[in-house]
C-alpha cells in the first residue's frame, strides 16, 4: 500500500447493490490489525503502524516468531475442526488476508464450507472482500463488526447469511481477545457468542500472555499500543482458560501456540511465542 494522504476509502457495506459509505481509516493512529499485517512481513499498513510495530519488534524477535506461530496454529486448528465435520466459520477480529485464510485451509476439507469473516477495520474490510471476489467454493462474506458487540454480530444480517445458527459452528478468536479490556467484559462477550451456538459447535482461540516474560518485558509491548486504536491485555493460563469454561478441551488442551497438534517437532519455545491456544467442543 502506498502512504495515503486521503483518509476515506469506499467500502460495499453489505450487499453489491448497497451504496458506497465513506470511511475513516485514520492512518495516523496505529491499528492492531495492520501491526500483524507488518509483523507477517505484509503491505497493508501506514507509517503510523510501521512505526509502533518496530517498536514491539525493537524489543526483541519474539514478536514476528509469535505472529508466524499464531497463523500456523490457525491452519492446523482450522483444518482440525473441518476433519471434525464443522462446515461453518464465525472468524471475529480476522485480520487483514494474507497466506492461508480461514476459507481456504477449511475448503480444502470440504469445498462447501462456509466462513463469515467478522472484523472491525474498514482496510480489512476492503482487502477481504478484493480477495474473495469470485474465488471461493463455498459461501464466503467479509462483514463489518466488533467483537464488543457480540449481539449484534450474531444478529447481523450477512453474517446469517452464511451462518445457520441452528447446525454447529467454530467460533474463531484469534488474537483478538488480547484486545479486549476487562471493562469490556471479555469473558461475558465470549459467553454470548457461545451460548447462541448449539451443542456440537467449538471455540479455537489464541491470546498472548505475559506468563513467560519478565515484569519489565510484559510492560513494554502493551505500553506502545496504549497509542493504537486497541490496547494489549495480557492474560494467564488461568485466565484463557476460563474462556473455554463448560466446554470440552481437545488434545493437548491448553498450550503455546506450536505445541498445539505440531506437523513437527516444534523448534519455537514457550518463551519466544508468549501465546496460550486451545480448541474446545460444545456438549
Known amino acids: 500500500m502506498t502512504d495515503h494522504q486521503d483518509v476515506a476509502l469506499d467500502w460495499m457495506s453489505g450487499e453489491d447493490d448497497e451504496p458506497h459509505v465513506p470511511v475513516d481509516l485514520r492512518p495516523d493512529v496505529p491499528h492492531p490489525a495492520r501491526m500483524y499485517d507488518y509483523y507477517l512481513g505484509g503491505k497493508d499498513n501506514f507509517p503510523a503502524d510501521?512505526?509502533?510495530a518496530?517498536?514491539?519488534v525493537s524489543l526483541g524477535p519474539l514478536v514476528r516468531i509469535s505472529a508466524r506461530a499464531n497463523r500456523s496454529f490457525l491452519r492446523r486448528s482450522v483444518q482440525y475442526l473441518a476433519e471434525q465435520g464443522i462446515t461453518q466459520f464465525l472468524d471475529i477480529g480476522t485480520g487483514i488476508p494474507t497466506a492461508g485464510n480461514t476459507h481456504e485451509v477449511a475448503q480444502q476439507v470440504l469445498p462447501e464450507a462456509r466462513v463469515a469473516y467478522v472484523d472491525n477495520d474498514p482496510i480489512v474490510l476492503v482487502h477481504g472482500r478484493a480477495?474473495?471476489?469470485?474465488s471461493s467454493t463455498g459461501i464466503v462474506n467479509v462483514v463489518q463488526g466488533d467483537l464488543r458487540d457480540p449481539k449484534s454480530v450474531l444478529s447481523d444480517p450477512a453474517v446469517r447469511a452464511v451462518i445457520d445458527f441452528d447446525r454447529p459452528v467454530a467460533l474463531l478468536l484469534y488474537a483478538v481477545l488480547h484486545f479486549i479490556d476487562e471493562v469490556d467484559d471479555p469473558s461475558g462477550i465470549v459467553r454470548t457468542l457461545l451460548d447462541a451456538l448449539p451443542s456440537g459447535s467449538y471455540l479455537a482461540l489464541s491470546h498472548g500472555t505475559a506468563d513467560f516474560l519478565t515484569p519489565e518485558e510484559a510492560d513494554r509491548g502493551p505500553a506502545v499500543y496504549r497509542g493504537a486504536t486497541a490496547q494489549l491485555t495480557m492474560r494467564s493460563k488461568e485466565q484463557v482458560a476460563r474462556?473455554?469454561?463448560?466446554l470440552e478441551l481437545a488434545e493437548p488442551g491448553l498450550v503455546t501456540a506450536p505445541l498445539w497438534r505440531p506437523d513437527e517437532d516444534p523448534q519455537d519455545t514457550d518463551r519466544q511465542?508468549?501465546?496460550?491456544?486451545?480448541?474446545g467442543r460444545k456438549p
Open 273 to 279: 511465542v508468549a501465546i496460550w491456544a486451545g480448541v
Open 131 to 134: 480477495l474473495l471476489t469470485g
Open 243 to 246: 474462556f473455554f469454561d463448560g
Open 50 to 52: 510501521r512505526e509502533a
Open 54 to 56: 518496530e517498536q514491539v
